[in-house]
């Protein structure tokens, strides 16, 4: 149990596009879905936090306008990368959670290079 | 500032050893703390989840935790080279909601053959 999928795993796009990751919990209510950046060698950044039917809370220097999430239901959330630009290239990874105090669990990525 | 903090390695041990990951936390409201395998490539598993202080064993793996020294530590019994990935530290603090994870830099684990 408790799989999260994410589509796509790999993406490359020109500069200047905007690209949409989609984040699903296959056999759970995701109440709340986390978004996370990876840079090589480095860790996990928190990006935004993400309540089903609210808006997404951005961690501080993460600009909202640029990184658009929306969680319209208990089993999707979405990730847009705005007028992408090279470095944004990193590799995204979503988590969710069914219950306020439940563990996380971690979708499989996206691995986005901007050209 | 919450951070978690691990040697990044690499630490290799020889196949069949005890691989020992050790991790320190700065927020003493902090109260569970997680270890996550990450494979190069792919995204992050959890392994073991520890809440109180002492020990506590899943299979060959054992989650240490004392809040005192606010310190955290996976023990790795028999490693086998497919224990080989970053091993990170994660703590579970407040956040939006009720609660985010905050994660160390992770330690690169090599087990040799």
């Known amino acids: 149990g408790a799989v999260v999928s994410q589509h796509p795993s790999r993406v490359i796009c020109k500069s200047g596009t905007s690209v949409k990751i989609e984040c699903r919990s296959l056999?759970?209510?995701?109440?709340?879905m986390f978004w996370y950046r990876q840079f090589p060698k480095k860790s996990l950044m928190l990006m935004a936090t993400s309540n089903e039917g609210s808006k997404a809370t951005y961690e501080q220097g993460v600009e909202k306008d640029k990184f658009l999430i929306n969680h319209a239901s208990l089993t999707l959330s979405t990730l847009t990368v705005t007028s992408a630009h090279p470095e944004d290239s990193s590799f995204y990874i979503c988590?969710?959670?069914?219950?306020?105090?439940?563990?996380?669990?971690f979708g499989p990525g996206t691995r986005l290079l901007v050209l | 500032q919450k951070e978690v903090e691990q040697n990044s390695g690499p630490l290799s041990v020889p196949e069949g050893a005890i691989a020992s990951l050790n991790c320190t936390y700065s927020d003493r409201v902090s109260q569970s703390f997680f270890w996550y395998r990450q494979y190069s490539g792919k995204s992050p598993e959890l392994i073991m989840s520890?809440?109180?202080?002492g020990d506590k064993e899943d299979g060959r793996f054992t989650a240490q935790l004392n809040k005192a020294s606010q310190y955290v530590s996976l023990l790795i019994r028999d490693s086998q080279p497919s224990d080989s990935a970053t091993y990170l530290c994660?703590?579970?603090?407040?956040?939006?909601?009720?609660?985010?994870?905050?994660f160390g830099k992770g330690t690169k684990l090599s087990v040799i053959p």
């Open positions: 988590s969710a959670r069914d219950i306020p105090d439940g563990d996380q669990y």
């Open positions: 520890i809440y109180s202080n």
């Open positions: 056999d759970f209510q995701a109440t709340t």
């Open positions: 994660a703590s579970k603090t407040p956040g939006a909601g009720s609660y985010q994870l905050t």
